[in-house]
């Protein structure tokens, strides 16, 4: 990798057409032991985070988190409002109990978990983003449509750009192209 | 090396290849073979064609009927609540049938996108996006009425949010009010989460091909930056998943909670375990029906045939059919308990609804939700596009006096026959009513216009060249 590479290429795109010859291609770029390279394709492939070496997504643990604090919040504010700050006494009944706010905390529990998803989701995935190289190529706009591409970082230790762009046209990548930072 | 052969495999037993069991082919959902650049255009195309004279004069037309409901709504604020008819005995009338019929509407978005999702049933993805849609707006039909009911809307916050009154005491948790109030606003804000969610990738389609100044800002910022990428659908399919999950119990949490506003209360004919499972498949039952009415014109008006296909049609006719003979037989179910259980007001109760002074609603209740839903036993009637649009607006209208039945038979005649009444609606109930429907077109026609009808990137995942392994010859 040179300096210059670093400063002026992003990295080297290619094309595909087909499902099963980008899910291939990609268990190559995996195999031949890149780092710093993705997959676009205009929907999830299955499989193809298999193919790409991708560990389980983290997402749930935010889930987790988000569900627990839910069910803790909704105890507390029960607990607070109805038998702390002003005791409210209901036939007689015990200040609190977990049972009579169930629903309440029922509900707090599912809708922390949704927002631990949801913004956990977009957190994970560095979103919103206003801006980012790939779109720098002009075809990229076919990744949303009907073309499936592989991009390999300039960044990444093995990128050589001779050599790689050999490799992608070697694993059936078609108009393999440099992308401009 | 490659690992493509290992994992087709292990996926597959090694017997399969001695016994060479037959295929049996499945119902295509996107028919006619088409392509993914086909999709994109068709779905895109919805949105960025020039406005269709139709699209213009419906849009006209719902704003009219949505103005209904302000001028009723602007009535009932400044002059009191009893200009919706409501006196004792009967103080909840239109206004919580309306609340309970668009939440029932809602529910069949969340199970479309949540539950089907979960059971794998990929017939969802045509559909999901304008339920989801279709949901949201519902519920918002739906939070007018209890919020106006209040009378002294101004003091929202006061109910909606968990805030002290003047005496410093907080609102009490025992009520199930409250407990709907959090069911509703949790609904609310997750459907719209999973909707905008499930949108993202499709709205970053839009904005690649936009071609106006609008719409690159407009579908840019609403699409986050979303670059297709395969780290990102990593983690978007396990939080899709996850919501899913979330939004199952939900679902059913929802209208079990609004039957509790019933159930918890000691008045006959509401007071029974049966309610939160019942009011559930109603509102499957009447959401369906809602989706179809909303999807059958848009299918014609739009060529849609090829992604929303007669086994779509099929099975949502079908699902119609199974939660009708279940809110079918939950009638029958309260009859038998209310023999049943000895209790002399209960029996009461039971026979006051069908032959009392509400008996005419009462059948038309069966009629609507018991008998119609049962011609989709019959494959013509299914393949009848007409005929089943008919039917889910019968089931619509059914659904409405199902709830109608249950709130107001019970109050005007319950332990006192002293105290006994009925209830009739007035003008500007009526007129507050079908205004809802105006408020609701309008947020759906504006939906239909500016965001995409069908779920772009989950229909190119349901096509058979979207599959790997698609071709193989193993």
New interface residues.
Partial sequence: MSENASNQLYGLVCSFSKTADVLHAAEKVRDAGFKRWDVYTPFPIHGMDAAMGLTRSRVPVLTLLGGVTGFCTGMLFTWYMNAYDYPLIVGGKPLWSPIFPFPVMYECTILFAAFGTFFGQFLLNRLPRHHHPVFNYEKFVQASDDTFMIVIDATDPQFELEKTRGFLSEIGGAEVAEIQN | ????PE?TSSARPAILDRIAPAELPRRPLVENNR???WI?EKICRIVEDPTPTWWKVLFLVALFLASFTLVGLVYVVSTGTATWGLRSPVNWGWAIVNFVFWVGIGHAGTLISAILCLLRQKWRTSINRAAEAMTIFAVCCAGLFPVFHTGRVWMAAWYLL?I?NSY???????S?L??DV??VS?YF??SL??WY?GMV?DL??LR??AKQLWRKYFYGVLA????????????????YL??AG??T??VL?VHT?VS?DFAVSNLPGWHTTIFPPYFVAGAIFSGFAMVLTLMLPLRAVFGLHDLITQYHIDCMTKIILATGTMVGYAYAMEFFIAAYSGNPFESFAFINRAFGQYGWAYFIMIACNVISPQLFWFRKIRENHALVWIICFFVNVGMWFERFVITVSSLANDFLPSSWGYYSPTIVDIFTFFGTFGFFSVLFLLFIRFLPLLP???V??VTP????????TH
């Fill in positions: 090396m490659s690992h493509a994992i392509g993914f650049h994109t968990p002290p410093d005491i907080w609102p009490q948790f025992r199930p409250e407990w959090f069911a949790t804000t997750v989460l999973f969610m990738p970053g389609v690649d091909r986050m930056g979303w670059r297709n990428s395969n780290r990102h659908w990593s983690n978007y399919e396990m939080a996850l919501l979330l939004s119990p939900l949490s909670i509790f772009i990137a989950e190119k995942a060249q979207a599959d790997p392994h698609h071709g193989d």
